[in-house]
């Protein structure tokens, strides 16, 4: 058991919602807001990751969940850290993992939208720091070559050639 509950009726989730989360001006709610709520689990989550040893059940719950709750809670910032780690992508791109590519997908849709941030301009500073930091290993050529493919599946066909080209010389 994961011990994520989820509802099958949309009206029982609803009402779950009534129960614990307030509306914005609501004066007679417990004053706490969903964006309140996914505040707070995107923070917890984040100090299971930083701990994982404490709550290893939990733990393995993180790489789906926190950038869920950190998407959610329109915390931008924290989000383009996370989803722009090689690691991550990585993780969402592996064969047979189409649910994590979509969401890497849905959060970039966010990040570019709402945080300003560019998809191409976050990879090409991650691979350009993991070179500095490792050198033209194995690794990191494999992981340019992820960011390519994410890259070209995303629509930034130029990208995706030039990181390549950069991941074969």
Known sequence: ?????????????????????????????RNVT?????????????SVQMHPEVLPDTAVR????????LHAAQMWDEL???????????????KGNAQGEFDLCTYWDS?????????????SETVKQALEEHGKVLSVAESMVTVALFLRRY?????????LRQAEH
């Open 34 to 46: 969903e964006l309140d709520a996914h505040r707070e689990l995107a923070c917890y989550f984040e």
């Open 62 to 69: 993180v790489p789906r969940v926190l950038p869920w709750h």
């Open 80 to 94: 383009v850290e996370y989803v722009s780690r090689l690691d991550v992508l990585q993780a969402c791109m592996e």
């Open 1 to 29: 058991h994961s011990g994520m509950l989820t509802f099958f009726y949309a009206a029982m989730s609803e009402a779950v919602k009534q129960r614990y989360l307030s509306e914005e001006g609501d004066e007679n709610a």
């Open 111 to 123: 990040l570019e939208k709402h945080g300003g941030f560019s998809v191409v301009d976050q990879y």
């Open 155 to 163: 629509g930034h066909y130029p990208a995706a050639v030039d990181m």
